[in-house]
């Protein structure tokens, strides 16, 4: 058995502390950005209506499809520009890949088999997820940012602290898993394991395909279906937990 030298393991306890720095900002930075971003949106609508009393639904909507867009491409570029020198943007964001059309179609019948598990579950109903209509077409900008900014940190640049740090591929499974749900705290502990469990697939379709655009293409297929009809029924009190 190999012991680690002392001058080894105090560098593997900093890598790992710096791995776990890194997860829990991944999940809570854009939820940071969020709350600063919306809350100047909704104060600006206050300023301009004259409002009494709490937002109404439809404001709260609107402020989620504008500014969690750049909210989540704040933290994709931050990120980048602090790790630029040490690591380049296709390596800390696993965007190399050989075999693009591939991917690509793996992810699109990833995403509808999660479309049609969404549906078959009733936590959004196909004809919401088909409805093209203004709430739908609004939506498009955060689903594709979604689908992009998400991947980029929880499959992508998770994955490359992690291994940074030694973890194998169970770590990058669990803990990308874990901030993916923390990401997405304001749907309560049934939204929650519903986006852990959707995280474990797309974490194991990226380590099969070893670069994101599989699970990109599915995570994007399926926030394209299912919103805004989930926040919809989120804001109608459909969400058990």
């Known amino acids: 058995m190999t012991v680690a030298s002392p001058e080894t393991a105090p560098a593997f306890a900093r890598k790992k502390r710096s791995a776990a720095f890194w997860i829990a900002a991944t999940a809570f930075a854009p939820l940071f950005l969020y ?46 520009l602090i790790q630029r020198r040490r690591t380049g943007f296709a390596d800390l964001y696993a965007t190399r890949t050989r075999t693009p059309v591939l991917d690509i179609a793996v992810g699109l019948a990833l995403g509808a088999a999660w479309v049609l598990m969404y549906g078959l579950g009733d936590v959004v109903a196909f004809a919401d997820m088909f409805r093209l209509d203004l709430a739908k077409l609004s939506s498009v900008p955060m689903s594709v940012t979604a689908g992009f900014c998400e991947e980029f940190l929880c499959r992508g640049f998770l994955f490359t602290v992690i291994a940074q740090a030694g973890g194998g591929w169970k770590s990058k499974l669990i803990w990308p898993a874990l901030a993916f749900s923390l990401m997405h705290i304001l749907w309560g502990p049934w939204g929650m394991g519903w986006t852990a ?7 194991g379709v990226t380590l099969w395909r070893r670069s994101i655009w599989a699970a990109v293409a599915a995570h994007t297929v399926l926030d394209l279906c299912i919103e805004p009809g989930l926040f919809v029924k989120a804001f109608q009190g459909g969400f058990g937990g």
Do not use: D, K
């Open 197 to 203: 469990l959707l995280a474990l697939t797309f974490a």
């Open 35 to 80: 709350a600063i971003f919306s809350s100047i949106f909704i104060g600006g609508w206050y300023a301009i209506t004259r409002h009494q009393g709490p937002p109404t639904p439809e404001v709260i909507l609107n402020s989620i499809l504008v500014t969690l867009p750049p909210s989540e491409w704040t933290v994709v570029l931050a990120w980048w």
